[in-house]
């Protein structure tokens, strides 16, 4: 080999290393720690992420959940206070309505993991949600799962103009394209989470659906406890019919904190009854107490995306989801 060829294979070699080392994290497994930046910006982490923990203390506690996740310290993070100043540029057209690509109902499991109860539904008996904002294609339901306080209009994670609510029901889809939830936090695009704020009222407005998942958790007494809950989850019911929603890009509101969700908060909140937030309350957390002794509320973000709303739209003031 001469001089020249081998500068030039040195040179053709270390042009591919640099090419490798800079699209590894895109094709290969990307390790816990590590995290890809997305050309908007979006931090992706990957998913499982444990240690954390919604005590006030460091090394565990919300503050100091950037050094478990470093996506937790990025600047599109959730949850948001959705004070939106009515003008141009903040509204988005609803073109298509929300829904599922079935009416029908569908097999779930309750899951306590200590944290934030939760409803699965197996890949293969699940739903395609249509019509998210800013998203293309069908996002596959993955979980239901809620967030809540013992302190009343104090439990849900996103606040509207500063207000709280009871609680806060989380929608959590993938993008069917990406074929799992793992793979989906690794994209910009990867998720949409509908969230529905809880209220609870002494009155007959109860959401029906929403309340029977929640009385699903009663039979949840210990940390890892799963079972089949006892109903179909119906899902013609299971969005609300008052379509009014804030929107922006954000996180999840867990380490990994990846900010790979499209967030659509519904304005109007679900009515649940005293029943529901007691069940919530008295659900065991995964170190001996209650969940609802710490909340399971991370702090509101400050994050940069643009907060939208579907509604009170003028029409000079449409963008186009
Ligand atoms: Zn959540």
């Not at 109860?117 to 998203?135: E, M, Q």
Request: glycine share 10%.
């Amino acid at each position: 080999m001469t001089a020249d060829k081998s500068i030039l294979t040195f040179a053709v070699a270390s042009f591919l290393v640099t090419l490798t080392l800079a699209f590894t994290p895109l094709l290969g497994t990307v390790h816990t720690g590590d995290y890809l930046t997305a050309p908007n910006g979006a931090l992706l982490c990957p998913l499982p992420s444990e240690g954390f923990s919604y005590k006030p203390v460091a090394g565990t506690g919300p503050s100091s959940w950037a050094e478990i996740s470093p996506c937790c310290g990025g600047s599109r993070q959730s949850p948001r206070n959705l004070a939106v100043i009515h003008g141009v540029g903040k509204c988005v057209e609803q073109t298509t309505r929300l829904h599922y690509n079935s009416t029908g109902q569908i097999e779930g499991h309750v899951f306590n993991n200590g944290k934030d109860p939760t409803i699965h539904f197996s890949s293969d008996a699940t739903a395609y949600l249509f019509g998210a904002p800013g998203t293309h294609g069908a996002y596959v339901l993955y979980n239901i799962h809620v967030h809540f306080n013992s302190l009343l209009g104090r439990g849900s994670e996103h606040a509207i103009s500063g207000r709280f609510f009871d609680g806060e029901v989380h929608l959590v889809h993938y993008k069917a394209e990406y074929g799992s939830v793992q793979e989906a936090v690794l994209h910009p695009d990867g998720l949409v989470v509908v969230a529905l704020f809880l209220e609870e009222v002494n009155d007959n407005r109860g959401n029906g659906e929403i309340i029977s998942l929640i009385d699903s958790l009663a039979n949840l007494k210990g940390i890892g406890e799963e079972h089949q809950i006892p109903h179909h989850v119906n899902l013609a019911q299971l969005l609300p019919t008052s379509q009014d929603y804030y929107t922006y890009d954000g996180s999840l509101t867990t380490p990994p904190c990846s900010e790979s969700v499209r967030w659509i908060v519904v304005r109007n909140p679900v009515y649940i009854h005293t029943l529901e937030l007691q069940i919530l309350t008295n659900l065991e957390s995964a170190d001996g107490g209650l969940i609802s002794d710490t909340s399971n509320d991370r702090p509101l973000q400050t994050g940069d995306t643009e907060i939208q709303r579907n509604f009170a739209c003028s029409h000079a003031d449409l963008t186009l989801g």
